[in-house]
């Protein structure tokens, strides 16, 4: 069952910070503390318990943008808001609250290291560590065990109940300073597809597309997720004046007025400037009356618009390579 102090994070984690920090203001002190810990303790909410939670509200304020991940930093930059200066006090205690959590330091680690490090531990002992991690990050370390291994973790943090705080304890400093090595150490990512989709952003298209095709035979769905990241909605900037308008006539107004919610001035006036006078005011007024979009919607949106271009270059219509405008011609 969800508490009313869950349900007040919820809500005040659906809402925009703006909005969310007004209502918070609004709360006692000991109430603004109980909710900003359970926001820290809330790094993301399923779908149905938050439309639950908010389905009233949403009903009252249809244009409003709803999110649904919490944490640490949301909650301070709530109370900071909601507070000002007085926030010191109630901060310092969300602070140690969520700190003094059991095994809350795993949360500076990656899940896959985690994994590689309670991986040959008893069912038992992984139910107990993930039963008290939010629940987006346990789930990143059961995909990591064994089909097997997952089973017997969940079936046992179905059947716990109270467990000995000194068991806890004891099964918390035992991994921490197992751990040791990999928390102060910073790991740096390298290689995996976005570094194959910047060499190839600057390869000559000729090799570019030989690689590409090549590649598709053996594998094309990772061909497909590097041509998604080679050229991104904000690359649009980049195209000719001509190519954006080849762009132009693929793409509906009502995509544009969704897709440039989220674009830069300088994408908006390069789109806009490529229009007549009369279509572009339209634009205007459509992006206008779109009011608030969910972000996820918008980056939908620019992903067509993208995929787009992408057919229109592979068909030779349009070239998203600036350097090809200054290729040297064959007579």
Do not use: C
Not at 14 to 32: G, H, Y
């Amino acid at each position: 069952m969800t508490t009313g102090v869950r349900k007040a994070a919820i809500l005040l984690m659906s809402l925009p910070e703006d909005e969310a920090a007004m209502v918070l203001s609004k709360l006692k002190p000991k109430q603004i503390e109980a909710v900003s810990i359970e926001i820290a303790r809330l790094d993301q909410v399923a779908g149905g318990e938050q439309e639950a939670v908010i389905h009233e509200f949403a009903d009252a304020n249809p244009n409003t943008l709803l999110g649904g991940g919490g944490g640490l930093d949301l909650a301070k930059s709530l109370v900071q808001r909601a507070l000002g200066k007085d926030a010191r006090n109630t901060l310092d205690t969300v602070q140690q609250s969520i700190e003094s959590l059991p095994f809350g330091f795993l949360k500076k680690v990656d899940p896959q290291n985690v994994v590689t490090f309670i991986n040959d531990e008893h069912p038992q002992t992984i139910a107990l560590i993930l039963s008290h991690l939010p629940p987006a990050y346990g789930a990143q370390i059961i995909a990591g065990l064994s089909p097997d291994r997952q089973i017997a973790v969940i079936q046992r943090i179905a059947h716990m109940g109270q467990t000995n705080p000194e068991v806890i304890r004891q099964v918390e400093e035992g991994l921490e300073s197992r751990m040791v090595s990999v928390m102060s150490q910073q790991f740096e990512k390298a290689g995996g597809v976005p570094s194959v989709a910047e060499i190839l952003n600057v390869t000559d298209r000729t090799t570019e597309r030989n690689l590409l095709e090549n590649l598709a035979q053996e594998d094309p769905e990772l061909v497909e997720e590097i041509r998604r990241l080679m050229f991104v909605f904000e690359d649009i900037t980049k195209l000719r004046d001509k190519d954006i308008q080849s762009v132009l006539k693929n793409v509906e107004s009502a995509q544009w007025a969704m897709a440039l919610k989220g674009a830069s001035e300088e994408l908006k006036e390069k789109i806009l400037g490529n229009m007549s006078q009369r279509a572009s005011q339209l634009l205007r007024e459509e992006m206008e009356y779109l009011g608030a979009v969910r972000v996820s919607e918008v980056e939908a949106v620019q992903q067509q618009i993208v995929d787009i271009i992408r057919r229109l270059e592979d068909a030779g219509e349009i070239s998203t390579h600036a350097d090809e405008e200054n290729e040297e011609l064959i007579q």
